[in-house]
């Protein structure tokens, strides 16, 4: 499931030698925004997967993966681009290097449930301390109020 992005040049190539592939093998199912897959739609698949893989070999931020921690699941990611700084290697899903090491790392986390809670879990807290905008709003505030010469207040 994925979304071509109008600034990927090799997006749709990419797609061609997938759909090549997956007429070979009828338990692939290739979904993308050309088939009127949208934002709900991928939520939903996101709410429903034990796992998320975002298997990049180039990648600004990545906010597939803030999604997938947000929702308390591992992610399995490229080791690129925006996403060791969302992806833990451990703690909150794995980075990985290559699709055999992707794929092992998902059997891995399929086969041990407590693995997968304990990641989601320490996923969902990254994605809260770091990237919601309500930490940023925080940041503001400290920042006016060390500007205006006034101390943090105690939660700072």
Known sequence: MGSLAHDDPEGEEWLQKVLKHRSRDADIHVLTNMDGVGNHEVNAFQDAAKVVIQKSTREGFGLVVSEGLWKGRPVIGGNCGGIPLQVRDGETGY???????????????????????RMGAAGRELVRERFLLTRYLHDYVRMFRTLAGLRPSERD
């Open 95 to 117: 980075l990985v290097d290559n699709s055999a090491e992707c794929g092992e790392r998902l059997i891995e986390l399929l086969s041990d449930e407590d693995t997968c809670r």
